[in-house]
């Protein structure tokens, strides 16, 4: 195996998950990797682990460099299993070895493996010397779980960010920047694979996001790299750290999604009128058929768009369960400054459209504008359909 060398004496240990289809509810049709890193110099530390089954892989890595009874840390930055599945493979290797997590790591591990392993819990600030090269902590608590944090390699200038800034993405290439330079993808495949994690994974946590970012440039630490424990390593930190502020803040383009389902058309009718509307407005718009199109997917152009409009027929006097079940994800994902509409048709008996505005204002969202047609739209129907399109294009302009 080739050595994957960051700076002198750091390498990245970890695997790669060629048919990693499905992570935790969200499409990966790219695969995945978990990214761990050996940090090598009078001591021995080793950053995080790989998901279980895996454990093989990352040793066979690790004994490229040095035996791993050397190993003399284990920095856990993260309990979840996609990163720390194989803790116990080590642990068997090195018993002895410090287990270097924050206190919310120390109690998910302990819960999880029922080790009793020589822990160290670390917060903000502390540091461990490992001879020339310094890491540095930094708690990082909801990005993604309540445990994490980062591992600053300070000689290096390496954050290593765990699920921050990370994205699931097999390849045989380490670094962004060989993705863009080495292969025939398209330059953006990176960022995509970022936007689509962020947007499933994070878009929670915006306002941490939005603080930890400003702790770190008030810490004043040059970054030079950073190394996420899923995907591409950036060389071009400014890059990423530029997108997830835009995200954080709920910036977004001037693009309008039509998203919905259908039984007898109906709705799929409105939902082409409302996007001429849009779209002869000069304003970008998609739509997505829930039954057609992955959720993850239409997730990550939530992300990216302004204005959503939900279309849902109507089924045992309330939404579609497709509408329903899509928009109980999206609601738990707390999408940030959206401009909302909704639209939908029954035959006999209405109640979709107003399900689904019940259902946006659990999140705290409003509908600007609903309409509900029965039957077939008509064709005053359909210049309703189109006038909305036209507002909300408006709308979005005008924001
Ligand atoms: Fe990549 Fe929260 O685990």
Redesign the pocket.
């Known amino acids: 195996m080739t050595k994957i060398e960051l700076a002198t004496g750091v390498y990245w240990v970890g695997a790669i998950d060629w048919n990693l289809r499905d992570f935790h509810g969200y499409t990966t049709p790219r695969g995945g990797t978990y990214n761990a890193y050996l940090i090598v110099d009078d001591k021995i530390a080793l950053v995080d682990t790989v998901k279980h089954g895996f454990a093989d892989e990352m040793l066979g890595r690790i004994r490229e460099i040095i035996d791993p009874v050397k190993i003399d840390y284990v920095i856990s930055n993260?309990v979840?299993m996609?990163?720390s599945g194989s803790l116990s493979d080590i642990m068997g290797i090195v018993p002895n070895a410090e287990v270097i997590c924050t206190e919310k790591g120390k109690e998910g591990l302990i819960r999880h493996f029922r080790g009793k392993w020589n822990f160290r819990a670390v917060k903000t600030g502390d540091e461990l010397k490992l001879g020339n090269k310094t890491l540095s902590f930094i708690t990082a608590p909801m990005l993604?779980?309540p445990d994490n944090m980062f591992t600053y390699l300070k000689e290096d200038k390496i954050l290593l960010s765990?699920?921050g800034f990370?994205q699931h993405l097999a390849s045989s290439f380490r670094f962004d920047e060989d993705v863009c330079s080495l292969t025939g993808y398209d330059c953006d495949i990176v960022m995509d694979e970022a936007a689509k994690y962020y947007a499933n994974i994070l878009m929670p946590f915006g306002g941490v996001i939005l603080k930890k970012i400003e702790e770190i440039q008030k810490l004043g630490i040059e970054i030079k790299m950073i190394a996420p424990?899923?995907g591409m390593i950036w060389t071009d930190p400014g890059k990423i750290i530029n997108a997830y502020l835009q995200w954080a803040k709920g910036e977004s383009k001037q693009k309008v999604l039509v998203i919905y389902d259908t039984m007898w058309n109906s709705t799929e009718t409105m939902a082409n009128d409302i996007l001429r509307g849009v779209s002869d407005s000069g304003v970008e718009v998609s739509l997505f058929h829930l039954r057609k199109t992955e959720w993850s997917e239409i997730v990550k152009e939530v992300l990216e768009s302004k204005a959503i409009l939900i279309g849902s027929p109507t089924l045992n006097n309330g939404m579609f369960p497709t509408v329903g079940g899509f928009l109980t994800y999206l609601m738990g994902l707390r999408p940030r400054n959206k401009l909302w509409a909704t639209f939908g048709s029954y035959g006999w008996a209405g109640g979709a459209v107003k399900a689904v505005n019940e259902k946006l204002k659990s999140g705290g969202y409003e509908s600007v504008e609903s309409i509900e047609v029965i039957f077939r739209p008509d064709e005053q129907d359909i210049e309703k359909c189109y006038a909305l399109g036209q507002k909300i294009a408006s709308m979005v302009k005008a924001s």
């Open positions: 993260h979840e996609d990163h993604h779980w765990n699920d990370g424990s899923h």
